[in-house]
């Protein structure tokens, strides 16, 4: 009953979506018992009758919600309930139902009304399953959801279980579970869950790709997929802001040619009109006909060996590594948190961030449409290390499942295949050589790369690579406390970087750790005066590397808001380089960075 089907649900005249928002019920697996819901059959029962059992809110992570640190710090199988009614109008011989989870975290099995309706494996990315035949229409339905958030060497991104011998130290029996990466990892059903009707056939996926002809002339390449029944004609409709049409056309494989396009550009381009978007209008040629809209954007994207050009105009990113990080709700998706963090983007004068360290939400890149910010979006493969063939195949999926949901964003500009992999041994350079090709198949319109952080001796695999990246945390990590060897140290690794590759290089993390209302002059590490100096040291290398002609394409401070980490004792249960609290206020870091992002404006 799965289905591929994965573009972002909508409602129009010939569809009808309901969310399943609010608090489900939920249990956990003993940690010595981990298959008893499968073996009891959970999903066919009600919890309330099973006992034992939490309310947790859905869409939100499981693990800030209760006082419980047994949830909080849970790996394994949790099973979530809840009951909805579906209307008895709703009739499965002249619709389809599906139903569609924005993010489960990680691996997830679902049922309804006691069946197997679909299964799927990968935080952060949407998945579909056919409800049509398992809902009981007018009358109650029960949707079962069990999720295990366990992470192996063969999942993106990896974790590693170990049971330690030495029963001196530890009881018999006694699990450790960790991950390379540093920040916490929430889990459970992270966003939206949405059921939602299409007629018989529907319109099941949409591809764009757009460019300039002459005489102002905007063009759109795109491709419908009509899926249910065989239809072979669309009528599409393209309309401006004012609902104006545009441009039209009677075929679902074509091109559309707007006379006097509007692109779209980013924000601070120094553009009167940034982010325009047109409606792209699908409807179906038949008696049911189904109709779907989707924003899209008239841009092109290049890239040189020196340079990244949108619109034929270089472009140079001003931004930051966020996180999906928030109080209570943990990586759970907020509009109000995703609509605050754009006022602040756009505050400090910002034009992009990457989607450290996983695929974000899709609301979350419209409104970067929206609003002309640029994304890098990256794959949740965070230090991977160990590069065996079932890894590949899943990092090759997940891939495809990105590239599908993301490809059509005018905001997107880039694909992250990973955060600091290990790069240096043969089976990385084979791997991430095979990774990007896969990749490039999907898509030829956008630069891929991974964020490197190895020294250039060991970053091996960079250069299968579109783009340069680098992470350094000079005078943090390494020789803490001497800001003055930064100009020194960084200036240096550009060059070598871009003169060994000759390709352009993205300044990817920079950042120190401060507490905010710390203060210490001379400065000193935590403090707000050491994050303001070790930026502005930064920012001077910054100026002399474009001064002298070496390809840097841009700047990303580490991190853009303070975010939890795991327990440990070299940071209080946050990693604090935010220019933001996690609370979303300003540190005085924020304060410089928007002196000199504005100071971009003025200049262009
Ligand atoms: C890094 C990682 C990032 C960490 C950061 C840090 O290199 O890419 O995920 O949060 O360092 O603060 O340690």
Redesign the pocket.
Same mark, same amino acid.
């Given at each position: 009953c799965s289905s591929a089907n994965i573009l972002y649900p909508v409602e129009s005249e010939s569809r009808e979506l309901r969310t399943l928002h609010g608090l489900w019920n939920f249990k956990i697996s003993p940690l010595f018992n981990q298959m008893i819901g499968f073996d009891e059959k959970w999903y066919t029962k009600r919890f309330d009758t099973l006992g034992d059992f939490w309310k947790i809110p859905v869409p939100s992570s499981y693990n800030d919600i209760s006082t419980n640190s047994t949830i909080r710090d849970y790996v394994g199988w949790s099973w979530y309930q809840y009951e909805f009614y579906v209307p008895k109008r709703w009739t499965k011989d002249q619709l389809n139902v599906f139903l569609r989870f924005g993010s489960v975290h990680f691996k997830s099995t679902v049922w309804l009304n006691g069946q197997l309706c679909v299964d799927h494996e990968g935080g952060h990315l949407p998945f579909t399953g056919d409800a049509t035949n398992l809902l009981k229409y007018g009358e109650s339905n029960l949707i079962v959801v069990a999720v295990n958030n366990t992470l192996t060497p063969d999942t993106i991104p990896q974790g590693f279980t170990t049971f330690p011998n030495n029963t001196y130290k530890y009881p018999k029996g006694y699990r450790i579970y960790s991950h390379d990466?540093?920040?916490f990892d929430y889990s459970g059903i992270n966003r939206a869950v949405q059921i939602y009707t299409t007629p018989k056939a529907y319109v099941c996926d949409i591809t764009i790709l757009t460019s300039f002809g002459n005489n102002s002339e905007g063009i759109v390449d795109y491709k419908v997929d009509i899926c249910g029944i065989n239809i072979s004609t669309c009528h599409i409709t393209l309309l401006d802001v004012n609902r104006n049409t545009v441009a039209e056309s009677d075929t679902c494989f074509g091109k559309l040619i707007i006379p006097n396009v509007i692109p779209w550009w980013p924000i601070m381009s120094g553009k009167k009109q940034i982010a325009y978007l047109y409606t792209f209008q699908v409807k179906t040629n038949n008696e049911n006909s189904d109709y779907y809209r989707m924003k899209i954007g008239v841009r092109t994207l290049q890239w040189t060996s020196k340079e990244l050009l949108l619109n034929d105009e270089p472009i140079y990113l001003r931004g930051f590594?966020k996180h999906e990080d928030f109080i209570i709700r943990g990586r759970g998706y907020d509009d109000a948190l995703s609509a605050r963090d754009f006022y602040l983007i756009k505050w400090l004068g910002a034009n992009s961030f990457r989607t450290?360290?996983y695929p974000y939400a899709e609301e979350t890149l419209q409104q970067a449409d929206e609003e002309g910010i640029l994304v890098i979006v990256e794959s949740a493969a965070?230090?991977i290390k160990l590069f065996g063939s079932n890894l590949l195949e899943f990092h090759k999926r997940t891939m495809t499942e990105n590239v599908n949901r993301d490809k059509n964003h005018p905001s997107v500009i880039m694909w992250s295949l990973a !955060?600091?992999p290990s790069n240096h041994l043969n089976s990385s350079v084979a791997y991430f050589q095979e990774l990007y090709q896969h990749v490039r198949r999907l898509d030829q319109s956008r630069p891929i790369t991974f964020?490197n952080?190895q020294q250039i001796q060991n970053a091996k695999a960079i250069e299968f690579m579109d783009i340069l990246t680098l992470?350094r945390?000079s005078s943090w990590?390494s020789d803490s406390g001497h800001l003055d060897v930064i100009k020194y140290q960084i200036y240096k690794e550009f060059v070598a970087f871009t003169k060994i590759y000759k390709k352009p290089m993205l300044f990817t993390?920079y950042?120190a750790?401060s507490l905010s209302g710390l203060h210490s002059l001379p400065e000193t590490m935590w403090s707000e005066d050491y994050h303001v100096t070790l930026l502005q040291e930064h920012f001077k290398t910054f100026d002399s590397l474009i001064e002298n002609g070496v390809p840097i394409l841009g700047e990303m401070i580490? !991190?853009f808001a303070d975010?939890k980490?795991p327990q440990e004792y070299i940071r209080p249960g946050l990693?604090v380089?935010g220019l933001f609290t996690r609370e979303r206020q300003p540190k005085m870091a924020a304060y410089l960075v928007k002196e000199r992002f504005n100071k971009f404006l003025s200049n262009s």
């Open positions: 990466f540093d920040y590594g450290s360290h965070c230090s !955060n600091e964020v952080s992470n945390y990590y993390e950042g750790g580490w !991190n975010f980490t990693c380089k």
